[in-house]
């Protein structure tokens, strides 16, 4: 099913009947700067160039297949612009896979971006002039964003949606429709103004549609925000421990004792506060190391009586001397140094963590070791005694929308471990820290954050910055855990309100085409 494009004057004209390479280069570059608008750029005015000029190239197309290969250009060059700084970790580890750059950040944008291939494929088929486009193309992208982190175990990795952590007022509508919603708005408004190009009777009105809607959802957020506590309330104590240690320092057999003294060092830091809870990142030591007698000694003297010590750790399974099984874990130890509970990840990274299909695959994982890590069981929600109840994720299980929380037993806090020192300066951190205050917001709980080398924070349950420690720095940051909200509307439907908004779009789609009083718009 095919549809004739519509006519075009001008710019958009000449965007309608581009053909061959130009079109293939102008959809990549449109979807790399949509990119310029996720964290840290916040480039949000860019979106609407890169969203007209989709839906304008898609205008062009005569079939399927063609919208395919634009939308297929598209999310790679999105990915190409949005990720390149995957290819830094494979650089701590250079002698070993410098080698698979290209092949990283080529596979990994032209992989990603099949989805938005067969998203605009799908588009096409009910592609129509006016708004019912508009309506369209907000729905298939929603609809394939999800399905991107799902398929494959998932990477729901800068959703449209996370644009918003840059205004906090529109960012709090992720407390009712999730970031899947944000993001199906947002398309629909950066899209809309490709309207103008058309002779319809109502194209200005409907141009600026998504505006407004945007417009009163920043409006009902500043009413959100203005009911909000200024300050935490009196919560626990929690001192975040940033020690900034470069990734090809971290396990040096030079360097551990030194790394993990750091740390203990940066523990007892004496700021007139008493933490409750202090808080270490991601593999921030091994668990052999606090079990020993030397570590608990020092823990003795940095955790306080009654306090707890939660701390990213390595933990190895042995038998027989034999390592035969690796976590990723979160441990949590008592001021006398004993053990109190135990979490391990769940969620690993492909190639990272793990190979998968490892029988045909002839790759390592890029962290060190022999065998791959062991997933945990899944979500918890931990109790300890003194202790708001809280929900530990490790590294980027932080990124998946609806699955911070076990919803039958809700916690008070959300606790987020990770090492992002793979990555280096770049954008990398600042967008896993966006996604980080999108779980806060729709969950209605507090986050609070220890990165080995940034971004730390603490985040309360309308996505607002406490305090935090910069990119690259090393230090504490003492804040009074911020009360938890009641059950956002988020988090007792999850993805099903972004999924009946995205119906009621396509429902509208097929009203503007058939209806004749809603066809001249």
Known sequence: MTAEPPAGRGIAGRLISIRGWRRRLLSFVLGALAAAAQPPVHLLPILPVSFCGLVLLLDGTQTRREAFGVGWLFGAGYFAAGLYWVSNALLVDAARFAWLIPFTVLGLSLGLGLFNGVMTWAARSFWKPGLSRIFVIASAWTIFEWLRGVALT????????????????????????????????????????????????????????????????????????????????????????????????????????????????????????????????????????????????????????????????????????????????????????????????????????????????PVEKITAGAIDFTPGPGLRTIRLSGLPPFSPLICYEVIFPGKAVIREDRPAWLLNVTNDAWFGMSAGPHQHFASAQLRAVEEGLPLVRAANTGISGVIDAYGRVVNDIELGESGVIDVALPQPLSPTFFARAGNAIPAILTVLLLLLSYLFHKKQWVRSI
């Open 154 to 361: 998932g990477f729901p990795w800068n959703p449209m949606g996370n644009v918003w952590v840059a205004f906090e007022p529109v960012l709090q509508a992720a407390a009712w429709g999730g970031v899947y919603g944000l993001s199906l708005i947002t398309v629909f408004a950066a899209a809309a103004p490709a309207l103008l190009s058309g002779g319809h009777r109502f194209r200005y009105p409907a141009a600026v549609s998504g505006f407004v809607v945007l417009v009163a959802l920043g409006a009902v957020g500043i009413l959100r925000l203005a009911s909000a506590p200024d300050a935490p309330a009196d919560g626990p104590v929690i001192r975040v421990v940033q020690p900034n240690i470069a990734q090809r320092d971290k396990w040096d057999p030079k360097k551990r004792t030194q790394n993990f003294a750091l740390q203990l060092q940066l523990s007892a830091t004496e700021t007139g506060k008493t933490p409750a809870i202090i808080v270490w990142p991601e593999t921030a030591v091994s668990q052999a190391s606090l079990a020993g007698p030397l570590g608990q000694r020092s823990l003795r003297r940095a955790i306080a009586p009654g306090g707890v010590l939660l701390s990213g750790a390595l933990r190895v399974d042995r038998v027989a001397g034999r390592a035969v099984a690796a976590h990723n874990s979160i441990v949590a130890t008592d001021g006398r140094g004993g053990l109190q509970t135990v979490y391990d990840k769940h969620h690993l990274v492909p190639f990272g963590e793990y190979v998968p299909f490892r029988s045909v695959l």
